[in-house]
Nanobody
Framework: VQLQASGGGLVQAGGSLRLSCVASGFSIDDYVIGWFRQAPGKEREGVSCMSISDFDTYYADSVKRRFTVSSDNAKNTVYLQMNSLKPEDTAVYYC???????????????????WGRGTLVTVSS
């Protein structure tokens, strides 16, 4: 049972990346999938969280109108499309699964049933 995030890399400011979070050993259908990030020396931040069953979605103010989360249930995968990237988006991005309301899950409430290994996103200026 695991979550695996991928798709990170080095991109110039203004560029785009799409991260993928593949779940194995369980179905994402009944979960809230969250994208979190942590930059060196900073606290972990909930970027976007989505309830797979009803698509209720939370975005942090810092990424609204730039990031979009989506899911492909057939592939048991959640994506994070990141556009107009800024140097301050540089961080290790993780995906996680829980059952809390996405608006609370991204703010650190609830428990993480599953937590994946991260993928590094570096945005150069």
């Amino acid at each position: 049972v695991q979550l695996q995030a991928s798709g990170g890399g080095l991109v110039q400011a203004g560029g785009s990346l799409r991260l993928s979070c593949v779940a194995s050993g369980f179905s994402i259908d009944d979960y809230v999938i969250g994208w979190f990030r942590q930059a060196p020396g900073k606290e972990r931040e909930g970027v976007s969280c989505m309830s797979i069953s009803d698509f209720d979605t939370y975005y942090a103010d810092s990424v609204k109108r730039r990031f979009t989360v989506s899911s492909d249930n057939a592939k048991n995968t959640v994506y994070l499309q990141m556009n107009s990237l800024k140097p301050e988006d540089t961080a290790v991005y993780y995906c996680a699964a829980g059952k809390e309301n996405p608006h609370y899950y991204c703010r650190g409430y609830g428990t993480n049933d599953y937590w994946g290994r991260g993928t590094l996103v570096t945005v150069s200026s």
